[in-house]
């Protein structure tokens, strides 16, 4: 099955979902709130010296969007990449994805500012305020990697399985020159190897009775270069034993359980299907939104005509 072209149309800026649509609502209030009332940064932001009695914040600060850019691409990144998602995902699991990357996320931001500090002793790391979606975004980056890894992208002929790669190597390069960015920098790479770590062990597909994806396709080392990749096997495997080794052990080596019936192979065939569930959604969409366009365009025409 041929996978359809990421392309857009007269129908592009359509066919959001209600879920996302209802998050963007949050994103842009949360934004607008903390610029009117400078103060409730203090309150929903993570400040690491504040974490501890204000630990709400560890959920607050993903939909806090401090600057106008990080709020329109946040908004952006999730009504358009929600609705490849979401449909495919279904809404419960799209937002349990949401609320878990968004929540382990802060966690590992929080954990690495206390680190730093206790490196270089700067007070920087414990009251500076960090906030934003671009966790969860990334982490929607891995979602696409793993539904759509070959689709490329129209005009840059890119292959969508290297976009949390890429991502990552342009916020590395650009902290070099621009404080903002480093501040991002944690959240961004928190927000991918999290995400990865969600679909990879923990998510759930009911309809098939798996928990995660073990497909070669989708290992950690598949984020690097081919010829990086034998250095970062044998890194991988310590964190995939100590994630999944009771899994391997009760589920015979890489096999899964249906019914307690062992399915050798199950990680190809279950991968095989995911692409196909996406590629298939994909095409609905597309199919959905030129049929609009046409019916515009013939009822555009019938009323110059008259």
Not at 33 to 39: K, N, T
Not at 110 to 118: G, K, N, Q, V
Not at 212 to 228: K, N, Q, R, V, Y
Not at 268 to 295: H, M, N, T, V
């Amino acid at each position: 099955m041929s996978t359809p072209a990421i392309s857009g149309g007269t129908g592009f800026f359509t066919g959001f979902t209600r879920l996302c649509k209802g998050l963007a609502v949050v994103l842009v209030c949360g934004h607008i709130a903390v610029q009117f009332f400078p103060s409730a940064v203090t309150y929903f932001a993570l400040i690491p010296a504040r974490t501890i009695p204000f630990a709400w914040n560890l959920i607050t600060s993903g939909y806090v969007e401090q600057s106008i850019y990080g709020v329109v691409i946040s908004t952006l990144g999730l009504l358009f990449i929600g609705k490849l998602l979401e449909p495919i995902w279904g809404s419960r699991e799209f937002f349990k994805f949401i609320f878990v990357v968004n929540l382990l996320t802060s966690i590992c931001v929080f954990i690495t500012a206390i680190a730093l500090y206790y490196i270089t002793r700067l007070e920087t790391y414990l009251y500076m305020p960090l906030s934003g979606f671009h966790g969860v975004i990334s982490g929607f980056l891995v979602g696409i990697k793993q539904i759509i890894p070959d689709q490329e992208l129209p005009f840059i002929k890119i292959k969508t399985k290297w976009l949390p790669s890429i991502t990552l190597l342009l916020y590395i390069a650009i902290s070099f020159w621009t404080l903002e960015a480093t501040t991002y920098l944690p959240t961004i790479i928190s927000g991918t190897y999290i995400s990865w770590i969600y679909l990879r062990y923990w998510q759930r597909k009911p309809e098939a009775k798996l928990r995660g994806d073990p497909s070669e396709d989708f290992a950690f080392s598949t984020f690097f270069p081919e010829f990086l990749r034998p250095v970062i096997d044998p890194i991988a495997s310590i964190f995939h034993r100590m994630l999944c080794g009771r899994s391997n052990t009760s589920n015979n080596g890489q096999g899964y359980n249906l019914e307690s019936e062992p399915l050798p192979g199950s990680d190809s065939i279950e991968a095989s299907r995911r692409r196909e569930r996406g590629a298939r959604a994909l095409e609905e969409r597309l199919a959905a939104e030129r049929l609009a366009a046409a019916r515009r365009e013939l009822q555009r025409e019938a009323e110059e005509n008259v």
